[in-house]
């Protein structure tokens, strides 16, 4: 993984102003993985992610940025955490990061 973004982060440019305005981290954040290839095989191992660019459902989602944007990191895939069983999704994303 090349960097997480997610404004809870100290790392995140946001940061600061994030701290103020929210009293708990969002559900939506951005990773960047190595490669291209590497983030459409991960898109693709994950079972629970539904693979979408509108994030605004209950399910959750997930994004390869490029598609949508010719400007983003060839590696970047963006995150919506929606109601499903928060245990089963991390275990989604580890099986598909290969952790």
Do not use: C, Y
Not at 77 to 89: C, F, I, M
């Amino acid at each position: 993984m090349v960097r997480v973004w997610h404004p809870s982060l100290p790392s995140h440019p946001g940061a600061d102003v994030a701290s103020t305005q929210m009293e708990l981290p969002g559900g939506m954040l951005s990773f960047e993985l190595a490669s291209q290839e590497e983030a459409l095989e991960v898109a693709a191992k994950l079972e629970l992610f539904r693979r979408a660019t509108s994030l605004g459902g209950v399910e959750s989602l997930v994004e390869h940025r490029l598609r949508s944007d010719p400007n983003a990191a060839p590696g970047l895939l963006r995150v919506s955490v929606g109601l499903e069983d928060p245990a089963a999704l991390i275990t989604d994303l580890a099986a598909a990061l290969g952790g």
